[in-house]
């Protein structure tokens, strides 16, 4: 059986953080999604078109994982795209109190044939959160080494 994971977020912006997620993800399964969720009540600095673009293009040399985008529920984009698996990264233990929450929840709204997948990111990369990124970046402190180039030159495209 071929299986098919999710990963999801808002990558606002992407970070090495989630890249050391999906990386590793993209090795565990036969296919991965990248899905950049859209959440109206959160101020973005992207547009969902332009984090696609951005995260496509970051991750053009993973042959297995492809993205995708979405808003409402999590369980309702997992069960009509037959996902197999949702793929949550952790950071800290402050982290797995809130994704367990949430992967409880969803556990009574996912087809039964759906697991989610805790992976801690390395610790390298543990206290990186897009917010922070974006915060530490429009301040004009440097964020090299902590969001892919492409992404921290389109940062800077916006900064301007």
Known sequence: MEIKALYTG??????CGHMNIITRAAR?????????ISNPAKKAMFTVEERVDMVSEV????????????S?????????????????GL???????YELQMAHMNARLFHEDVETVFLMTDPKYSF?????????????????GLVPDV???RMDAVRK
């Not at 036969?30 to 950049?36: A, K, M, N, P, R």
């Not at 053009?60 to 995708?68: P, S, Y």
């Open 10 to 15: 808002s990558f606002d912006p992407l970070t």
């Open 28 to 36: 565990l399964y036969d296919e991965l999604t990248v899905g950049i």
């Open 59 to 70: 991750l053009n040399g993973l042959e297995n994982v492809k993205v995708g985008h979405f």
């Open 72 to 88: 409402g529920l999590l369980a309702d984009y997992v069960n009509a795209n037959g996902f197999n698996v949702v793929v949550r």
């Open 91 to 97: 950071r800290a233990t402050m982290d797995f109190e």
């Open 128 to 144: 990186i959160s897009s917010s922070m990124v974006k915060e530490v970046h429009s301040l004009r402190g440097s964020i090299d």
């Open 151 to 153: 992404i921290l030159r």
